[in-house]
């Protein structure tokens, strides 16, 4: 959900993941399977935002039902909730140790959540310094958060409102403001502060996956879709960015699929002066190569194997080699080059080439790469891309990603 910026502004990663609760709550399987009244209004509370009337109950709910993954996981996030308004670093502190430590008991009883999963990842080594380093941003941020937080809306309105007028360029304020509109269905509103949120920080993917929902219950299913793709190409990285486009395809029955290409290459590099270079055995049949796939795999292992020099002079601010988008893209044009006299009308053709070439002629080679060939490598690389090539992003996915590969 979050750009690499937040991960050294914990109320920014917590508040803004624990505004998901609205999006992300249990189904509502779970109420309807309650008998114990107090558990019933407990998980009600927890729907209907009323964080600080909601915590007591589920403490005590953990404490009867200490196995329950539902309770436990529900508990664990309403004690997060509460680093997002605690003015005492110390107890936020004390709030993050001993929710992650709930959220890790109730993994361990079957939950399985995707908010679970990027609190447990984000909740690690996070530094507390706040909203903004303005006091009277901060402080109003988080009055505004425990206003929402015990279901006083109009006042976490005012509270985000306020900080916004502080500080203009604050995300969260206008993203905050549109969460609450959402919560309250005034959805045409919340839009408009998600448009304000977005128009503050476009490379961020929270406000355009929010306006999506609300989009969503709007029925404008359309209009939702072509946000969750801007939430994509935002933080493509992003487990809560993918999931929130992977919900909007299935409830509009849309089936996502990234080109169809396999490279049977690998290359591992040992040391500097030592690679290794492997193919899939399925290409080294022996026979006459007339799919072209052995030397232009081959072709892709040597230019590969070759880059370590290269990247120096393409990347002279890094002292340390990585694979990176430049390598792969010159790789896969090698293995481009080395069929090149191969019409395209050729039904022996490798397949994953004749993809290839169809993504180099459109100009996506590099989209592609970055959306679906991802490594720890290549992804160091997004930010720039993006930057100069948004739109290159969006149409690979809407060419290929929302047609099921492009065909």
């Known amino acids: 959900m979050r750009t690499s910026n937040l991960l050294h502004h914990s109320p920014k990663i917590f508040a803004t993941l624990l505004f998901g609760f609205l999006l992300l709550t249990p189904s509502p399987a779970v109420f309807a399977a ?55 670093p ?27 999963k990027v609190m447990l990842e984000r909740a690690v080594d996070v530094d507390d310094s706040g909203f903004s380093m303005k006091k009277e941003v901060d402080d109003a941020m988080r009055e505004g958060e425990g206003a929402f937080a015990s279901g006083n809306f109009p006042k976490a309105i005012e509270m985000y409102q306020r900080a916004l007028l502080l500080d203009p360029t604050l995300y969260e304020a206008a993203l ?12 045409q509103k919340a839009g408009e502060w998600f448009a304000r949120a977005i128009a503050i920080n476009p490379d961020r993917e929270t406000a355009y996956r929010y306006w999506g929902d609300a989009l969503m219950k709007q029925g404008r299913v359309t209009e939702a879709g072509d946000k969750f793709v801007e939430s994509f190409i935002a933080e493509p990285y992003n487990r809560l960015a993918r999931t929130g486009f992977l919900n909007w395809a299935d409830k509009v029955h849309v089936t996502l699929a990234h080109a169809k ?17 492997t193919l899939d ?40 080699y990585r694979h990176s988008l430049k390598e792969e893209a010159a790789a896969l044009r090698g293995a481009l080059e080395a069929v090149k006299d191969q019409k395209a009308d050729d039904k022996n053709l ?44 969006r149409r690979y996915v809407k060419q290929y990603v929302l047609t099921g590969g492009g065909e």
Do not use: C
């Open 34 to 88: 309650q008998d114990d009244e107090e558990r019933r209004r407990a998980f009600q509370l927890f729907k209907d935002a009323k964080h600080t009337e909601a915590l007591p109950l589920f403490e005590k709910l953990a404490a009867t039902y200490p196995n329950d993954p539902d309770v436990i996981e529900t508990f664990g996030l309403l004690v997060m909730t509460q680093t997002a308004y605690l003015k005492d």
């Open 90 to 116: 110390a107890a936020r502190k004390q709030a993050r140790v001993r929710g992650r430590e709930l959220l890790l008991r109730a993994q361990k009883l079957g939950a399985n959540s995707t908010l679970l």
């Open 176 to 187: 905050f403001t549109g969460d609450v509109y959402f919560k309250t269905a005034d959805q």
């Open 261 to 277: 290409v396999d490279v049977p290459a690998n290359v591992k590099r040992k040391d500097d002066k030592n690679t290794t270079i």
């Open 281 to 320: 055995a399925s290409i080294l049949s022996g026979k006459d190569d007339k799919s072209g796939a052995a030397a232009a795999w081959m072709m892709y292992g040597i230019i590969r194997a070759g880059w370590q020099s290269e990247f120096a002079k393409q990347y002279p601010d890094e002292k340390t």
């Open 350 to 393: 490798d397949p994953s080439l004749q993809v290839l070439r169809k993504l180099e002629k459109d100009g996506l080679l590099e989209a592609f790469i970055l959306l679906a060939l991802p490594d720890e490598g290549i992804v160091k690389d997004f930010a720039a891309y993006r930057k100069t090539n948004i739109e290159n992003l």
